[in-house]
């Protein structure tokens, strides 16, 4: 099979139609073979029942359904595991995206030999409210995860070769954090596409602001168990040592000050009278407490069942 189209929807039944009958079109006129995975988030309107009456007439369509509404980026785990198509192609359901840019994306993979496109929306139809922060959350993505090159994280319209969503891991929100998570994973052919984002005709956005705070969150975790996941005594232990260490050097200026000026019979007050003791004190204790989340963190991978996963490029040989 060609392509796997999956398509993560949530209350979007006005959209569905409409966007399958567009999709099958591009594809009858490319001669792709395909396939349609519609993964229904919860959704509280009648969009699985339109799903089930489209399948009825077209056998290249699929679906999965949650019982309740999870996000995306478990409906995009779901997709990916049950894909077969060589390249496998993301978009979400409000028409925003257009399946026109399907055939380009399929060549830039199998062609241009790259394990991940990303759309680009680069003339938007949204608000500034919406506009700048976007815009200051991709810079500090491509800053953080090394991705020069990509200017839209977070655009759903994206392809991949198909090994690529058998071997990552979409959870959480780290939807928006796909390339990332490629790169993590082996996979640094990443390019990028500009394509036409068009404005919404059904419906209304499903996330809002917060989004953007809990991107920021999501973006410190993959940074941190990327660099760290695998050896956290590298981070806790080496912060954790030198906060011990300083605060025990404070402890001993503060000691041998007043025995200085004892010795030479100038003023002194009490160790336990001086501020500095006590942030000397508090220094070590978090220094002690750094330190042993960073051995514990270690305890943990040791006994992870994945601590020995690789991934495995090619082999020679037996």
């Known amino acids: 099979m060609d392509i796997s189209v999956i398509v993560p929807l949530y209350n979007e039944a006005e959209s569905l139609p409409e966007l399958a009958a567009w999709i099958d079109r591009v594809m009858k006129d490319h001669d792709f073979s395909y396939e349609v995975i519609f993964v229904d988030d919860g959704s509280t309107d009648d969009s699985w029942e339109v799903i089930h009456r489209l399948a009825a007439g077209n056998p290249a369509l699929r679906g999965a359904s949650f019982r309740r509404n999870y996000g995306k980026s478990p409906a995009l785990n779901t997709g990916f595991g049950l894909a077969q198509g060589d390249v496998v192609i993301t978009m979400d359901a409000d028409l925003q995206d257009s399946p026109d840019e399907i055939p380009e994306l399929y060549r830039m993979i ?15 139809y949204d608000p500034l409210s919406k506009t ?48 990332y998570l490629a790169k993590n994973a082996g996979y640094s052919r990443i390019g990028e596409k500009v394509v036409q984002h068009q404005a919404r ?34 981070f806790f232990g080496l912060l954790g040592s030198l906060m011990f260490i300083v605060g025990f050097i404070a402890v001993m200026v503060v000691g041998f000050g007043k025995l200085y000026d004892m010795y030479h019979g100038n003023h002194y007050i009490l160790v336990t009278d001086s501020p500095y003791f006590y942030l000397s004190l508090v220094m070590m204790i978090i220094g002690t407490m750094l330190f042993l989340a960073g051995f514990l963190g270690e305890l943990i991978v040791r006994n992870s069942p994945s601590r020995n996963h690789y991934e495995i490029k090619d082999t020679l040989g037996d």
């Open 132 to 179: 700048i922060p976007t815009k200051l959350f991709n810079a500090t993505a491509r800053k953080v995860s090394g991705i020069r090159n990509l200017h839209d994280f977070n655009c759903g319209l994206k392809a991949y070769r198909n090994e690529v969503v058998k071997h990552i891991e979409v959870y959480g929100d780290m939807h928006r954090y796909i390339p």
């Open 201 to 234: 005709k059904y419906g209304k956005t499903k996330f809002g602001l917060d989004r953007f705070v809990n991107g920021y969150l999501d973006l410190a975790t993959l940074w941190f168990t990327g660099r760290f996941g695998a050896k956290p005594m590298h």
């Open 110 to 124: 199998m062609r241009d030999g790259y394990d991940l496109v990303s759309g680009w929306k680069k003339k938007r």
